[in-house]
Structure formats: C-alpha cells, structure tokens
C-alpha cells in the first residue's frame, strides 16, 4: 500500500483533517522510532473544510505513538494487589458478563456504571448506549466530557433549546469582534486561532478582546487583555451589559421579537455598575468600557470560550451570561456571530450527538422526557419502560458511589481518570474500593491501569473505522489504514459482543462499523442534529459534510452552515431564552489560611494526561517538566525565587513544582500545567489539590480553581524522578 488515507486528528475538538501515508514509499527510507517501529508519515489534510491542511505539533507526530507501550491482549486479575496474568478473549468476555450479570441480580442495573471518553468514535458512543441504557436499563453512562464540556451543553440548552454550537469556522475570517474569555486558544486549539490571527492582522478594523488570569500567548496577540480574578466571570459579563444597556447598543426589535427573560435580566444587570465591576475583576475602568464600546460598536461579534468558562462551580451561569449579550445585541445567526464554544476532545460533538452523557439520549434527547425515551425503546425494539426514567450517575457520582458502595460494577474505556478527576487522592481511594472494575485502552500502562481487574486491549486510531464531529459540527469518516495491534479490538465491538453475550443478540447485529452509524444516524431523523442523509458511503466520497445534513437535503437545498439563521429557535415558542444570573464567585475563595488561586491548563504540545504526548521524545523534549507560574509580588513575600522548589497544598491534596516568576499572570493567582500523571513524575499531579465541588446544573466540576497556600522545599527531599517518567512504570513486564 502506498497511497494515503484521509482521516482526522484525534486531539481536540478543532479536528483537523490528516492525510496519512505507510511508512515504505517508494525510493524513500523507512522513518523508524527508537524501537525501530516503521512510523507512519502523517501531514495536513488541505481538502479537509475546517482545517485547511494546516496541522499543529499534536498532530502532526501522532502517528509516533501508535505503537508505544500498546495494551495487545486482554489481561485478568482477581485482586489489585495481584498482578495480570494473560487471558483470552473469551475467558475476559466470560468474566464480564458474569459479573454483570451477579450485580444486575444482587444489587440492580443501577449498580453498573461506564465512563466513556471524547475519543470515542461515534459509532463506539452510540453502542455503549445502546448497551447501557438500553439493554441493561441503567442510564449511568458519563463521559469525561463531563469535565470539559457539560456546561456548554448545559448553556446551549437552557438558551436555546437544545445542543449544538450556531457557528463555524468560516465566522473566525467575518468577525469584526472576536471576544475570547476562558480558552487559551492560540495553544489548545492553535489551527482555530491561527485563523483567526490571519483574520485579524490582515484587518485593522477587528478587535479582539482575550479575558484571562493569565498573559497566555492568546492574549499577546490580543487588542485588549482583561486579566481579571478568578471567579469574576460574571461580574465582566453583567458590566458590558450594563453599560451596552446605558449606551443604548442593543437589538430591540430582535429582543421583542425572538427572545423572552429580558425583563429579569435587565434587573440583575442593574447591579453591576461598571465602578463596581472594574474594583471587582481588578482591571482599569477605561478598559471594561472599551470592551464594551467594542462590543456595541461591532456589527458582528464572535465569542469563544473553552474550560475556563465551563470547569466552573458557576459553568452554566457563566456560559448563559456571555450567550445573554450575544441575544441584547442580535449577534447570533448571522456571519462573524455567535456563542461558539470550544470543544475539548476530538469527538465530544459525536458523542453528544449519540447520548454519551448520563442525562441525554441520542438524537440530542434527553432521559427525563417520556415521548424521547418511548422513541429510543421503539427503535431497539426494547418493551416499553425499559429505559430508565432517572438521570444515570455523573462522573463525580461514580466515584461516590465506589466510596458508599453503591457500585457494584465500573467499566472504564479510552479515559483516565486516576488523573483527570477532581480531589485525586480521594478518587485513587474509591477506585481502590471498586470491586470490579474493567478498563479498556490501547496503552498500558496508564495511571488508571493500576485500579483495574481487567485490561481489554482496544484498537486506537487507524486501526478502526468510523465518524467523529468537531466543534463546528463537521462529521468526518475515519477509515482504518491499519490493521489493530495484537489482539485489540474496535470499543463498538467489544460492547456489542458482550451485548450479544448478555443474550440482546438482534440488538448487536452488526456486521461493521457502518451499519451501526446507518442505525444511529435514523434516530437523529428531524431532531435539531439530524444525521440522516449521512453514511460511511457518502463520507467517503462527499468529503466531511456538516450537520445538521438530512436525508432531504441536497447539493442545491444544503442546510446553512450556521444554526439558528431564522431567528427560531429549539425552544417550545421558538425563542430564545435569557438567563439571569448574580455572580456567586468561586467555590473555595482563598482565605488567610489558603491565600492563593491554583488554575490548571494546557500546554501546546502536550494533551490531557499524555497518554500518547508523554510517549512521543519531540514533545517530552518541548515539554520535559511542569511548573508553577508565580507573580512576582507573591514571590517576594514569600521568599521563592525562580527554579526553587516549591510545595503546593490545598485542602486536599500537595504536589511539588519548580517556580517560574512572571508578570504574565495576575497577583494571587498561580498556574499550574494539568497534564502529569504518576506515571510522568511524583507529586506532580495538578488534581492532588483541586475541589469537586461542581455547576448545580451542568454537573461540572470547578476544576480551574481552588484555594492553595505555597512553600519552598529542599528538593534533595524528594525522589530524583520528581520530575522524570518513571521508566520502570512505563515499562513493566508484561506476562506471555
């Protein structure tokens, strides 16, 4: 095989099309990792309509870490203090199908819980619901989505009556005003922002607004920087609109016409005078009323956000505040506007798309209505009843339930929460109290390996086809070019065979990965993300296609590529619906006791847990270690200098970075990359310190901030590996 294969990269949100090529082409040398592993040749997709052809580092040396440190057969414990012994296929699917079966009998459905993960293809989303909800009839299927993305969903439904960001990429080249608050875009979703930044230098009349504790490297490229305090989201917000309201910059006519609560909104903003507002936030008076003259003064306004806005004990206000002043104003609907959320992980959309949250259904239903539940039944050929009328366990919930013994059964896949969980020392706790839990990934080790009874060995990307859907809802076919290493299998497959085993076998008659998106794609038939003119087949050919794309639609009639573009919106009166909310601030505000900010974030080139970016020396070797970012007042009244050592603690939890002074992050607020596992360093885990405590109503966990007090420590203290991979962990002897 010599020719290349399209597909997408399976990183963030952004999803950039990848063009891949075998590793032996002809008259070139075969490029080998250190393992002497042939590596597959990955660049730029320039046909791919979101991208471009443009790639970031992520993606552009993926392909290095698909045969690092791969988990090839199944693997079986029976206890966590034993080690695996190889297992077969059969002998693993056995032990699983048992045991659910003994929970579903001794303890009920509602003792079995998943937690699934964004780089889920769609069809492995749809089948784990399917599985789950349906033929088991617990709705405790979450994903890690929970922790980046449900207060977006949240915000979306609650104003506009359903999921689904309006915009698209091609509004980043028709803003006049791009408006950016919690996202560090230019390093999280770089192939987004670089779009954007080409748009803004090549016109001088866009503005460009960054909101951020920190002077990242978006808000260097920014026209004006609010480096507000942590928790003071809100206030902002309700500011601009008090001062959009006095100076007259709103939409009355599309307020009148096309929304409801303006009323109760208006009354609330009164309270956030733009004196009050500015001593709130701590930035400069004249800088909040320029934001806002910039606001009204624009015809086209573009707002983005990501987890600095949604991981927040606040989320769905928050998210809800900043769609309000896109509602007083009118920008929504139309090119260069719109509240464009952000997403974190490469197939969050799909899974959104196919129910992959514990309170939805596919077809953007939702648990709690009996109309969408008797729909979903009908179409499995369930009896009626059988799917369960209450919201499943949330993320957080699962491991609570571990703690009061309330879960009997925790299946894990393609996520790792030993890292990503809030209070992580609380977390390995209740993991260690699972009494059974499976996990399922292609690496192994990770840091959640440790916790489990058994390892599936799942097929990973390119060596599995199937759909994923980006921020601006563009569903790309991902073929596989290889075949699965060792004896992995694709996520879908494993759930529909012990679907089969359970005995639902005319539920999981599938031949391939294609007939189960043809299943899925038939519920999404007239729901706001209809999917139905879409297939394997037509991707295949088409190209990535965005949705909403129904079966009736053509090349002449193509749905538009915005939402909401006839100012009706998914609610029961067609309007949109403004949220009134007062600013609570943070969770865990610091106190004399705890008197700073700990944020988290991402780096450029690392993802998440590094998973596959801890595998991959360019990366390591861009990012070799964390740190703390420290403002240089905070610094002097404690004596830390830049390269000391120095302890965090929070209420929960410590971990140890050296310290980075600058200027680029406000006073009373440190920074510290989320990315370092125990398999990457001791004590360097980000999530040691930070809080569960979450959104009322997305259920999403304030994970960018808690209160931290600051030491300096001798390092000759601690472990050499402090901040070293801990090569004996990533490389253990595995049983034959």
């Known amino acids: 095989m010599t020719q290349s294969t399209k597909t997408l990269c399976p990183y963030c949100g952004v999803g950039c099309g990848l063009e891949v090529l075998p590793p032996a082409q002809p008259g070139k040398a075969t490029n080998r990792d250190s393992l002497g592993n042939p590596i597959w040749q990955v660049r730029g997709d320039r046909t791919h309509p979101s991208s471009l052809g443009k790639v970031c580092v992520k993606g552009a040396t993926i392909a290095e870490a698909i045969d690092k440190n791969r988990l090839k057969y199944p693997m079986i414990r029976d206890t966590l203090d034993q080690p695996f012994r190889r297992a077969t296929w059969d002998e693993a699917y056995n032990l699983i199908v048992n045991r659910i079966q003994t929970v579903r009998n001794t303890m009920g459905a509602d003792a079995i819980c998943m937690y699934g993960s964004g780089q889920f293809q769609t069809e492995d989303y749809y089948i784990a619901q399917k599985l789950i909800k349906g033929c088991l009839g617990t709705n405790n299927f979450d994903a890690n989505s929970r922790l980046c993305m449900s207060s977006a969903v949240s915000g979306y439904i609650k104003s506009f009556g359903s ?19 919690g996202t560090n875009t230019a390093e999280c979703h770089p192939i987004v922002f670089n779009r954007l930044r080409v748009h803004h230098k090549k016109n001088r009349q866009v503005k460009m607004i960054v909101v951020d504790p920190r002077c990242t490297q978006t808000a260097e490229a920014a026209d004006l920087h609010l480096a507000i305090r942590p928790g003071t989201d809100i206030d902002l917000l309700n500011g601009i609109a008090n001062l959009l309201m006095r100076w007259g910059f709103i939409d009355s006519l599309f307020i009148d016409e096309c929304t409801k609560g303006f009323p109760d909104y208006m009354q ?34 573009l707002s983005m956000w990501s987890m600095g806005i949604n991981q927040s004990s606040e989320g769905t206000a928050k998210v809800r505040t900043l769609i309000n002043l896109h509602l007083m104003t009118g920008n929504i609907g139309k090119p260069g506007a719109g509240p464009f959320s952000l997403t974190g992980q490469p197939n969050a959309m799909g899974g959104r798309e196919a129910g992959g949250l514990a309170h939805i259904l596919p077809g953007y239903r939702v648990v709690k209505n009996p109309e969408h539940r008797r729909e979903i039944e009908e179409s499995w050929e369930l009896e009626p009843g059988q799917i369960s009328d209450q919201v499943g366990l949330n993320a957080w919930e ?125 519920l999404t038939r007239n729901r706001p993300c209809d999917l139905s003119g879409l297939s394997h087949d037509r991707l295949m050919v088409s190209g990535p296609i965005q949705s909403p794309c129904p079966e009736t639609e053509t090349e002449i009639n193509r749905t538009p590529k915005r ?146 007090q600051l030491s300096i420590v001798n390092p000759e203290l601690l472990p050499t590996s402090q901040t070293q991979p801990n090569q004996q962990q990533l490389n253990p002897t595995i049983p034959v």
């Open 268 to 301: 609330v903003i009164q309270s956030y005078p733009p004196e009050l507002v500015a001593r709130t936030c701590g930035i400069r008076l004249d800088d909040l009323e320029l934001a806002a003259r910039w606001w009204g003064e624009s015809k086209r306004v």
């Open 398 to 522: 699962m491991i609570t339930g571990l703690e009061t013994g309330n879960v009997g059964l925790l299946w894990v896949a393609a996520t790792n929460p030993a890292v990503s969980m809030p209070d992580l020392e609380r977390t390995k706790a209740a993991l260690m109290r699972s009494p059974f839990t499976i996990y399922q990934d292609a690496y192994y080790p990770t840091e959640t390996s440790q916790y489990a009874h058994i390892l599936l060995p799942a097929a990973q990307w390119g060596e599995k086809t199937g759909t994923m859907t980006n921020s601006e809802r563009v569903v790309t076919l991902c073929p596989a070019f290889r075949d699965p290493i060792g004896q992995a299998k694709p996520d879908w497959e494993i759930f529909a065979e012990v679907g089969r085993r359970l005995g639902f076998h005319k539920q999981f008659n599938f031949a391939n990965s294609a007939q189960v998106y043809q299943e899925f794609v038939r």
């Open 563 to 708: 939402l909401y573009t006839d100012l009706r919106f998914n609610t029961p009166d067609g309007r949109a619906q403004f949220g009134a909310y007062y600013s609570k601030g943070l969770a865990e505000p610091p106190d004399p006791d705890y008197p700073l900010v700990l944020t988290t974030g991402r780096l450029y080139g690392h993802w998440h847990t590094q998973t596959r970016t801890g595998r991959i020396e360019k990366i390591r070797k861009m990012h070799p270690a964390p740190f703390i970012e420290i403002h240089p007042k905070d610094a002097h009244k404690l004596g830390i200098e830049s390269g000391n050592l120095v302890q965090v603690r929070s209420r929960r939890g410590k971990a140890y970075f050296p310290a980075q002074i600058t200027k680029a992050i406000v006073p009373g607020t440190v920074f510290v990359p989320m990315h370092w596992g125990a398999l990457w360093g001791d004590n360097t885990e980000a999530n040691a310190m930070t809080h569960p405590q979450c959104c009322p109503e997305s259920k999403q966990p304030e994970l960018k901030a808690c209160a931290v």
């Open 163 to 181: 999921d689904g960001p309006p915009c698209c990429y091609d509004d980043l080249e028709k803003t006049d005003c791009a408006f950016l608050i």
